[in-house]
């Protein structure tokens, strides 16, 4: 079983920059690829960004790429999400996922977080 907690949320100007933090209890955490996915309301989840588990597989979303940074220690258990140049368009609920397999689809990761809220105002 593994736990995932996100932490850094919140509200922020567009332009601005944001931090996610996964902080994940699981034994061999090194062997599961870790992602980010966000919800806007009414809308489906959708992929962010994933990392595998030694860290040399990265995938970004395209509306994201070039702005937003995924990275991970494998000594400390997380895996951190750094959002810059932010959108309204970002506003949704970012979770934090673990899976075995490094693929950008929901049903690939059978580990997720409740969930952290960032807001962008324009």
């Known amino acids: 079983q593994v736990r995932l907690v996100e932490s850094g949320g919140g509200l922020v100007q567009a332009g601005g920059s944001l931090k996610l933090s996964c902080a994940a209890s699981?034994?061999?955490?090194?062997?599961?690829?870790m992602a980010w996915f966000r919800q806007a309301p009414g809308k489906e989840r959708e992929f962010v960004a994933l990392?595998?588990?030694?860290?040399?597989?990265?995938r970004y979303a395209d509306s994201v790429q070039d702005r937003f940074s995924i990275s991970r220690d494998n000594t400390k258990n997380t895996v951190d999400l750094q959002m810059n140049s932010l959108k309204p368009e970002d506003t949704a609920v970012y979770l934090c996922?673990?899976?075995?397999?490094?693929?950008?689809?929901?049903?690939?990761?059978?580990?997720w977080g409740q969930g952290s809220q960032v807001t962008v105002s324009s």
């Open positions: 990392i595998s588990g030694r860290g040399g597989n990265i």
């Open positions: 996922a673990a899976g075995g397999i490094a693929r950008a689809d929901v049903k690939s990761y059978d580990y």
């Open positions: 699981a034994r061999a955490f090194s062997t599961y690829t």
